[in-house]
Nanobody
Framework: QVQLVESGGGLVQAGGSLRLSCAAS????????MGWFRQTPGKEREFVAV????????FYADSVKGRFAISRDNAKNTVYLQMNSLKPEDTAVYYC???????????????????WGQGTQVTVSS
């Protein structure tokens, strides 16, 4: 089982940067795909980025490609999301998630993930 705790959210001006962290507990973290999702009120949870267990595979939503970077440190059981050139439309609650039951395809949907953090708010002002 994996427990996830996000941190690093906050208020930032458009064009600024934030780095989100997700600390994981559990023996299977280093074998799990880790993803970041975001959600705004009234909308479904949206895929942002995913990273494979060894960092060799990374995939991004088109809306964040070139601005966000996902990384992980398995020695620290932590996954990161570096967010640069932030836009007001990036405002959302950001969640990290763990998929420890790899199905053979890159997990891009919320239903692919078994474990979720509580979320951290990111607000980008114009």
């Amino acid at each position: 089982q994996v427990q996830l705790v996000e941190s690093g959210g906050g208020l930032v001006q458009a064009g600024g940067s934030l780095r989100l962290s997700c600390a994981a507990s559990g023996r299977t973290f280093s074998r799990s795909f880790m993803g970041w999702f975001r959600q705004t009120p009234g909308k479904e949870r949206e895929f942002v980025a995913v990273i494979s267990w060894n960092g060799g595979t990374r995939f991004y939503a088109d809306s964040v490609k070139g601005r966000f970077a996902i990384s992980r440190d398995n020695a620290k059981n932590t996954v990161y999301l570096q967010m640069n050139s932030l836009k007001p439309e990036d405002t959302a609650v950001y969640y990290c998630a763990a998929d420890e039951k790899y199905s053979g395809s890159i997990p891009l949907y919320s239903y692919d993930y078994e474990y979720w953090g509580q979320g951290t708010q990111v607000t980008v002002s114009s």
